[in-house]
């Protein structure tokens, strides 16, 4: 979201959203502004394992010939007059194009690549209703700073999966009948569970950072451990 605020400031265009490409091939905005609802619904969802669009094509790096007239060195679709370029397409190739931005009408259109570790992860949409919104040294800033973004972004969703294993974790802790207990290298406790401290007739919290074995002496069953 603080990204898409830079953006709009730098550009000074009216409509923008972050692509994300996730495990099953979509790319929903995972934020954006200005795009109505209505745009949102239609274009949410797209499938790079299904659909064909000038989106698509930029994130998984693979342009048609007629995308390459508007095409820059480093990936990115740019085009300050979509009617135009619509127009000179053949039947055959709009056919390759969704064409709903023009529908709603967007005369200028941008689809800059976001990419990690050369992997390319997502991309930014820009689309402005005004011919000339979208100025070639902006996209060339953004597509400089792409591979900072797509790190930003790698950091992010890392993130959130790890949060997403520690709520399933605490889950697991909480309401598992199973005595459970985590221990480090030395065999200090991490963690128990509430299963395992009322089998022990102990508070769980009697055992974080003790060593089992000081705690519990018996040379055979620590070797086995170890």
């Known amino acids: 979201d603080s990204l ?25 905005y995972e934020s954006y ?15 790079v394992k ?30 300050n ?16 194009f969704r064409g709903y931005c023009a529908k709603s009408g967007f005369n ?4 800059i690549p976001i990419s990690y570790k050369e992997k390319i992860i997502g991309a ?5 209703e005004k011919e000339g919104a979208v100025q070639l040294n902006i996209i060339e800033l953004i597509e400089f700073a792409a591979p900072l973004i797509g790190e930003g972004i790698h950091k992010f969703n890392l993130e959130d999966k790890i949060k997403q294993g520690h709520a399933i974790l605490d889950a697991f802790f ?6 459970f207990v985590f221990f480090d290298r030395e065999l200090n406790f991490i963690r128990v569970n ?18 089992h074995f000081k705690s519990y002496h018996d040379p055979e069953n620590e070797r086995i451990f170890r």
């Not at 930014?124 to 402005?128: L, P, S, T, V």
């Not at 299963?195 to 003790?210: H, N, P």
């Open 4 to 28: 898409i605020e830079h953006l709009e400031i730098w550009s000074g265009c009216r409509c923008i959203g972050i692509r994300i490409l996730d495990e099953e091939g979509r790319i929903p």
């Open 33 to 47: 502004i200005g795009f109505s609802h209505e745009f949102w619904e239609s274009e949410n969802w797209l499938s």
């Open 50 to 79: 299904e659909d064909q669009c000038a989106c698509i094509r930029v994130i998984k790096g693979k342009p048609e010939r007629e995308d390459l007239p508007v095409m820059t060195e480093a990936g990115s679709f740019y085009s």
């Open 81 to 96: 007059n979509m009617a135009k370029f619509i127009a000179g397409l053949t039947g055959k190739e709009k056919a390759k």
């Open 108 to 111: 200028s259109m941008a689809v």
């Open 124 to 128: 930014i949409h820009f689309a402005d």
């Open 174 to 179: 909480k309401h598992t009948v199973t005595p």
């Open 194 to 211: 509430e299963a395992y401290a009322k089998v022990c007739q102990r508070d769980a919290s009697e055992f974080i950072g003790k060593n």
